[in-house]
């Protein structure tokens, strides 16, 4: 993507991510963007949230010169959002999440401590 110096704005960058959705997709009530990310740098592009239907966020990328359309995705299949899903074990509840949270933060003292008495003085 080419650099452009001038950008839209957050209103009008969130305002193009909310018409490019399926109309079916969208409720008059939900359809409405939540969060907006700037770009963060040049010849990045923007991030907008929408709020679908179903009840669930669609992530909107758009080029933050035109406000077209580059890509979108359901905000909880993006790798952070299936890492951090993964890693926080609902299924087990809440006593074994919290056991295991203990059991690593002992293992990671241990580890530091070791490191420690095993550096030469």
């Not at 839209?8 to 969130?14: M, R, S, T």
Request: proline share 10%; net charge neutral; hydrophobic share 40%.
């Amino acid at each position: 993507m080419p650099c452009q110096t001038s950008r839209l704005g957050a209103h009008l960058l969130a305002s193009a991510a909310r018409t490019i959705l399926p109309a079916a997709a969208l409720r008059a009530q939900s359809g409405t963007p939540v969060r907006f990310t700037p770009p963060p740098g040049p010849g990045r592009s923007a991030e907008v949230g929408i709020q679908s239907g179903e009840g669930g966020i669609v992530d909107v990328f758009l080029n933050p010169a035109t406000g077209s359309l580059i890509g979108k995705t359901p905000h909880d299949r993006r790798l952070m959002e299936v890492v951090s899903h993964t890693h926080s074990l609902p299924i087990l509840g809440e006593g074994p999440n919290l056991i295991i949270e203990v059991v690593a933060g002992w293992a990671i003292l241990l580890v530091g401590s070791g490191v420690y008495l095993w550096w030469p003085s």
